[in-house]
């Protein structure tokens, strides 16, 4: 970068093999929430955008508690790193149990190896299909204004007077003024 090459982001690895590392990191013995953020915010100083670009978290034993605790632990982790505005990106590594290279943990996986969901892929679909949606309604003020803060991404808004309805599309952009219009 001192040179003038051409940077477009910085990723980051997070990977947890075995069931000592993922319970200390559930006890916050290991790699503490302060310590991810500190991280996090070292590296937004480059001002470049930041991909969590290869998760690894273990189901140890492949028991129904080995699979909690790996729902658990990607739940809060996915929270810490969602909530960090240089975070634009978080990938999971192995999609299902089996698909780790050599020498890695093969439970890994958001799904088991006969492609049912585990309880970390439920998880994980409750956060972004519940949690980090926008759901509002309300009433224009006298200006015919209706204010709402909301998650990046496409929206259908919907306005009604009477028996006049209109509908439009629109996107919340990250770092745009994002207003739009509707007229019935």
């Known amino acids: 970068m001192d040179d003038g ?53 273990t189901s140890p034993g492949g028991t129904d508690e080995g699979e909690a605790l790996q729902a658990q632990a990607a739940r809060s982790l996915y929270r810490l790193w969602f909530s960090h505005p240089a975070v634009e990106s978080i990938s999971w590594w192995n999609v299902a149990d089996g698909g780790a290279a050599p020498g890695e943990d093969s439970r890994s996986g958001l799904l088991t190896s006969d492609l049912q969901p585990k309880a970390s892929y439920h998880a994980l679909q409750d956060l972004l299909r519940k949690e980090w949606r926008t759901h509002a309604g309300g009433v224009t003020d006298a ?20 028996s006049e309805e209109a509908s439009t599309n629109h996107s919340i952009i990250s770092g745009a003024t994002n207003t739009f219009s509707i007229r019935l």
């Open 5 to 57: 090459a051409r940077v477009g982001g910085l990723g980051l690895q997070f990977h947890i093999w075995n069931e000592e590392e993922l319970r200390s990191l559930m006890h916050q013995e290991y790699k503490s929430p302060s310590a991810i953020l500190s991280a996090l915010d070292q590296l937004a100083e480059f001002h470049l955008p930041i991909h969590v670009s290869e998760i690894t978290l």
């Open 143 to 162: 200006a015919g204004m209706f204010r709402l803060r909301g998650f990046h991404g496409s929206y259908r808004v919907t306005a009604k007077r009477g």
